[in-house]
């Protein structure tokens, strides 16, 4: 109630917004909220009913027992569906009113225990929405607030009377998105120049380019933003972002919102579930590992479906052989990535995943649900870019769902040659609904066009222009932005520097000592391609069949040397004939940033072909005896390799060895402080419990000297009415109705303002009197209908034995008063005979 009082009074009663109250609610007991909104608020407070309008500046409480949803601005008023503590009343009131409200819907977070409300704002902010939370550290209970805070899904976190405050600002400057002007519009406004400018800032600290994307999209979260921050103009914001570098992290998340959950679009799902992937396992019965990738799979919820129906394929199928699915889920935000490693899903999922499919693939944890271990161990999550990052390859499946439809159509046309690249001929295309192929159908042919599913047409690769990303590559792509203040423009040579190297410069890479790679140029799939399994971007993992084996020797080498190693006419397996290249390791002295580094080149060389001569026995038997001396040579020199980076190895074991051990005591350490937390934690626990118990029987107590109370006050007949030390209007009983014209609404208001039927002006006077002497005051008034009353007034006083008011009680003695009248006319009837 606190949070509620303090929101609420700082609301005035026409701002024009509805309210609705969702609580989590003893479905056993009579809801009071209502009653005690009413009296902190001058709005109307009403219960929530089935059917019921919503009217502006009004405040609707769910009732108990019942779960909310709201459709063309009526409450719909459910019977909850999940057992007795796995409710989450606020994730599906929040989910219904993104949905009917869209970018006008608004969640606030208040105090309260568990993460009910975090998947809710979740949908509020995936539909464009306001998301607002109450500081944790003004919150009697934190829980709540602090998980969608966690989660990184609030626009503004303050106190509950600051967040009414803020909330009106908000709604006082609206900033309505573009959505009538075109992308040409936009590209030809003065906006572009500021457009650019943002994307240059996000690129500079986030290492991501957005300048391709559709620039409606970006443009409307950008406008988020602006509202939020109450700026009129672009380029306003575009100074505020150069003066706060968190926001560019704020409008990173905020362009990353992923829309997904289990099962979406269920048909399309089911069709790749009852044809596809049977037809997959039926084309190799006797075991094989099949391979697919989800690109943009945001908090993984796609790449388990596909886990999940794989499974339940392999049942339907039944092959003699062991068939095994490897999901790579990649996406752009590591925080993504991180909860989908988890696998923890909230109990909303319920309305996306059946019964059955919730039994057999997650396990019950705390409220939640978990995805099993079966599931858990076919996919593996990475970050990964895939306008900037080389791709995976050989693949059955490729499934990109509702990524596309945010990217311009530049990047479209280089994406989808590239999934054809990474698929196996035959491999499977998925699509979100809102995406197609465009004009590549002769890379794709539709199997289900209404699923959006594609198998991959065999061309040949000399006809395709495949565009391998590299973090480089990509600036090739992007129009050279103008430069911001202070700024300096390009000049002629850094230009045509940028031209020679991304046209004439061979591919190449730089790697650290250890082989991880930092930097990809140019085109360099021939080379090097992702291994299977655990995303792992090492050279040595990734360098294809051929010139692995050279780069074990070469790389050591050069950096214990110092010199470069050069290796030419090296054989290597690519996709459709081998290729002959000559490869440089080339250790960085200068600059210093760069020190310790190895740069890898690649030079394609034509294969050598020597001229056929004859050759005698003997000249044979040299030659042959020589190609041996030269074989044996290069063993002994990578014996002599291997020995030396096995010393090395061996000081290296040594040394963190040692590390661990003394590891291994922290951990020991650390071990016994948390079991020492952990009993502490269960006697909290156990004290809780019983304050708990302590606390409801005092509220049993409590409710039980409420009733007899009203009982008392009714069976007294008695009107009373009880003021606070203000004169305003406490209670009152029923009886006081005869008299005041009192209704349940008039509670804090002033007596003096309650039209009554007493001749008696003094009241207010008698009662301050009664509150200032603390002398009860006794009167007989009449009333306007002829009725007469004792009317006593005596201070309240709480247990404490403090003055907090007054209490005014009326006895009816209109009956003796007509009795002592007609008394006195029979005396004056007597005394006159």
Request: charged share 25%; net charge negative; hydrophobic share 40%.
């Amino acid at each position: 109630m606190e949070a509620l009082e303090l929101f609420f009074a700082n609301v005035p009663v026409n701002s024009g917004m509805a309210f609705v109250v969702v609580q989590h609610l003893d479905p056993n007991r009579h809801g009071m909220l209502p009653e005690l909104l009413q009296r902190i608020t001058p709005m109307v407070v009403k219960q929530a009913a089935n059917r019921m309008k919503i009217e502006p500046d009004c405040i609707y409480v769910i009732p108990p027992n019942k779960d909310l949803a709201v459709l063309h601005d009526t409450l719909y008023l459910l019977d909850p569906v999940a057992p007795r503590g796995l409710r989450l009343p606020i994730d599906a009131f929040f989910s219904s009113l993104a949905k009917d409200r869209g970018e006008r819907a608004i969640g606030i977070i208040l105090s309260g225990m568990g993460a009910d409300g975090t998947a809710g704002l979740r949908a509020i902010k995936e539909h464009g929405g306001l998301a607002l939370a109450q500081a944790p550290d003004s919150a009697k209970f934190g829980a709540m607030p602090s998980s969608a805070i966690e989660a990184e899904l609030t626009d503004l976190v303050a106190p509950p009377g600051d967040l009414a405050r803020l909330l009106l600002a908000r709604l006082a400057h609206p900033h309505q998105p573009s959505t009538t002007e075109t992308p040409s519009q936009l590209e030809n406004s003065e906006k572009k120049s500021a457009f650019d400018k943002i994307c240059i800032l996000l690129r500079a600290q986030t290492g991501h380019d957005f300048s391709l994307y559709k620039k409606s999209t970006v443009y409307r979260r950008i406008e988020r933003r602006m509202g939020i921050h109450r700026l009129n103009a672009i380029a306003e914001y575009v100074r505020f972002l150069q003066t706060n570098p968190q926001e560019i992290d704020l409008l990173f998340k905020e362009l990353l919102i992923g829309v997904t959950n289990f099962f979406r679009d269920p048909a399309a799902w089911a069709y790749l579930a009852e044809k596809i992937l049977p037809e997959l396992i039926r084309s190799n019965p006797n075991g094989n590992l099949f391979r697919a990738w989800v690109a943009g799979c945001s908090s993984g919820e796609e790449a388990y479906t596909l886990a999940m129906i794989f499974r339940e394929a392999v049942d339907l199928v039944k092959p003699p052989g062991r068939v095994e699915l490897q999901i790579f889920a990649t996406d752009l935000d590591p925080d993504a990535i991180a909860r989908a490693r988890q696998g923890n899903y909230p109990a909303s999922i319920a309305t996306d995943v059946s019964p059955e499919r919730l039994s057999r693939f997650f396990r019950e944890e705390n409220g939640n649900f978990r995805i099993c271990q079966e599931i858990r161990q076919m996919v593996v999550f990475a970050p990964h870019n895939i306008t900037m990052d080389p791709p995976f390859t050989r693949l059955d499946i490729l499934t990109c769902r509702n990524l596309l439809i945010y990217l311009g159509a530049d990047l479209q046309r280089k994406l989808l040659p590239l999934f054809h690249y990474s698929l196996k001929p035959g491999g499977t295309l998925f699509l979100g609904s809102a995406e197609s192929i465009g004009n590549f159908d002769d890379l794709f042919i539709p199997i289900e066009s209404k699923a959006r599913i594609y198998r991959r047409e065999q061309v040949e690769s000399k006809s395709m222009n495949v565009d391998f990303p590299t973090r480089h590559s990509l600036d090739s792509f992007t129009p050279l932005p103008p430069p911001l203040p202070n700024m300096s423009p390009p000049n002629l040579q850094l230009l045509a520097n940028q031209l020679l190297l991304q046209k004439f410069s061979p591919a190449s890479v730089l790697t650290n000592a250890e082989g991880d790679v930092l930097f990809i140029n140019g085109r360099t799939g021939k080379y090097l391609e992702p291994a299977a399994g655990k995303a792992n971007w090492n050279i040595h993992a990734m360098a294809r069949e051929g010139l692995r084996q050279e780069l074990i020797l070469a790389l050591p080498k050069a950096l214990r040397t110092g010199e470069t190693v050069v290796i030419r006419n090296l054989c290597i397996g690519g996709n459709d004939e081998a290729q002959v290249v000559d490869l440089t390791v080339y250790p960085i002295v200068e600059p210093p940033q760069l020190k310790g580094m190895v740069m890898i080149v690649f030079h394609e060389a034509a294969p050598v072909k020597p001229a056929p001569r004859r050759r005698t026995g003997k000249q044979t038997d040299d030659a042959r005896v020589q190609d041996l001396e030269m074989a044996l040579q290069n063993a002994r020199a990578e014996i002599q390799s291997i020995r030396e980076e096995m010393q090395t190895s061996h000081e290296e074991l040594k040394s963190a060895n040692e590390e661990l051990q003394s590891t291994n005591e922290e951990l020991q350490s650390t071990n016994e402080e948390l079991t020492t937390s952990k009993e502490e934690m269960q006697s909290l626990n156990e004290e809780l419990q019983m304050v708990n118990v302590e606390l409801q029987s005092k509220v049993d107590e409590l409710s039980a000297t409420s009733n007899d109370m009203k009982n008392l006050l009714n069976s007294t007949d008695i009107a009373t009415v009880f003021l606070d030390d203000k004169l305003h209007v406490r209670r009152f009983t029923s009886q006081a109705t005869a008299i005041f014209k009192l209704i349940p609404g008039d509670l804090g208001r002033p007596l003096t303002d309650i039209v009554h039927e007493l001749d008696y002006p003094e009241l207010k006077n008698d009662a301050e009197q009664v509150l200032k002497t603390l002398v009860f005051s006794e009167k007989q008034i009449a009333s306007r209908d002829n009725r007469w009353y004792v009317v006593k007034i005596l201070p309240y006083r709480t247990l404490e034995n403090v003055i907090d008011g007054v209490v005014i009680t009326f006895i009816d003695i209109s009956e003796a008063k007509h009795l002592e009248s007609e008394l006195r006319k029979v005396r004056s009837a007597g005394s006159g005979a």
